[in-house]
């Protein structure tokens, strides 16, 4: 719990800062290649507004709930800094027109991959379908962009790549020891 409730702190304390902080933080194209790095994992903690900020702390919690326990706090805390740090560097490589992005929802649906493999190793079959409601989601995105209503919702443009990269960022859970599912004796003591 302490990983969602530290991580909403941090974006809704930077989303206190406004223009300042979008300005210093944000995915900025040409101030990254004139080396402002951080922006490739500070962009992922600031959004457009209010019903951004709402819409991406939600899906957090979501996320959190559904398989959050499935990985380890560490395992979570490499997963959310190398996700961000892929999706900001796909973002520089593939998108060469993007020239400012900002959001966590590239990370979130990494989360997302990663938290059901986990579950899936442990033996959650229903993690299956997860993933394959995020894979219709994505090539629904790829082929016909953004889900009817997530720009307004949004309050502006949604760069469906940077959910594609955080996804594939998010299969990094395959190279992280699995959690061992609670043995069947335990679980019975526990109710």
Do not use: C
Request: charged letters at 10%; proline letters at 4%.
């Amino acid at each position: 719990m302490q990983i969602p409730l530290i991580l909403s702190a941090l974006i809704i304390g930077l989303g206190l800062f406004g223009d300042a902080a979008q300005e210093a933080l944000r995915y900025d194209r040409t101030a990254i290649q004139d080396g402002q790095w951080w922006r490739l994992l500070s962009a992922h903690l600031l959004h457009l507004g209010p019903s951004h900020l709402l819409m991406n702390l939600a899906g957090l919690w979501l996320i959190w709930l559904l398989v959050g326990p499935a990985l380890s706090t560490r395992s979570w805390l490499i997963l959310l800094f190398a996700d961000a740090l892929i999706t900001g560097l796909a973002l520089l490589i593939f998108n060469p027109q993007l020239s400012w992005y900002v959001g966590l929802s590239g990370v979130l649906h990494g989360l997302l991959v990663a938290g059901a493999i986990a579950d899936i190793r442990t033996g959650h079959r229903s993690a299956w379908l997860l993933l394959g409601a995020l894979a219709f989601k994505l090539g629904w995105e790829q082929l016909a962009g953004p889900l009817p209503g997530s720009e307004a919702g949004a309050g502006g443009t949604v760069i469906v790549d940077a959910h594609l990269y955080g996804a594939l960022g998010g299969l990094l859970a395959l190279l992280l020891p699995a959690r061992k599912a609670p043995s069947q004796s335990a679980a019975s003591n526990s109710r």
